[in-house]
């Protein structure tokens, strides 16, 4: 259990670390399928920080989200989409990772947010020539690297899906205990 269990949801949380281009949606793209034929319910979290609108302009929830409703669900019925606006400040992950429905989940996933307090994994490829992340960084309990490293954390293949994802449903059934 992470000393955030006040702050985050009553279920797994796990992040993937890294800076831009390292293979954070390309890991995650072959590591859900594996964790979900395991019995895992996988929700994910992607940070992004760029401004994005999945809403058509001119389309019902649009143009109500634009007549001032703080708070959208566009709901169909394969899928439901909520929507929030925030006026002046981001909204604080904690309050973000709980909007997730935990009954049906077993693991959140968290593509990013490096910088927030939480469990992580550190995904790290050497030709990028980034700065090691796991230093500095206590939450950070194991590293994936495309390349052998004298690390004091559990060292992971970047580039092996199943190996990592051996890992993570043992922190699953480890959170769970």
């Known amino acids: 259990m ?3 269990s006040d702050k ?4 797994a949380v796990l992040g993937f670390a890294a800076f831009s281009g390292t293979g954070k949606t390309t890991l995650l793209e072959s590591l859900i399928p594996l964790l979900i034929a395991r019995g895992l319910r996988v929700g994910v979290y992607k940070h992004s ?7 058509k302009p ?4 649009f143009r109500l989200r634009q007549a001032g409703a703080l708070q959208t669900l566009l709901a169909t019925p ?15 992950f904690y309050h973000l990772l709980r909007q997730f429905d935990t009954e049906n989940l ?3 996933l968290v593509e990013g947010c490096k910088e927030k307090r939480f469990t992580k994994i550190e995904l ?5 020539d980034k700065p090691w992340l796991y230093p500095d960084d206590p939450d950070i309990i194991a590293v994936a690297t495309d390349r052998n490293i004298d690390c004091p954390l559990p060292c992971l293949d ?15 059934q480890d959170t769970a205990s």
């Open 49 to 55: 920080h760029h401004v994005i609108e999945q809403d």
């Open 106 to 108: 077993d693991l959140i």
């Open 78 to 92: 394969e899928r439901a989409i909520l929507t929030t606006e925030y006026s002046n400040a981001s909204p604080d």
């Open 2 to 4: 992470t000393r955030f």
């Open 58 to 61: 001119g389309k019902d929830s």
């Open 158 to 172: 970047l580039n092996n899906a199943a190996q990592i994802a051996e890992f993570v449903i043992r922190y699953v």
């Open 8 to 11: 985050r949801p009553n279920i």
């Open 124 to 128: 790290h490829r050497h030709d990028l």
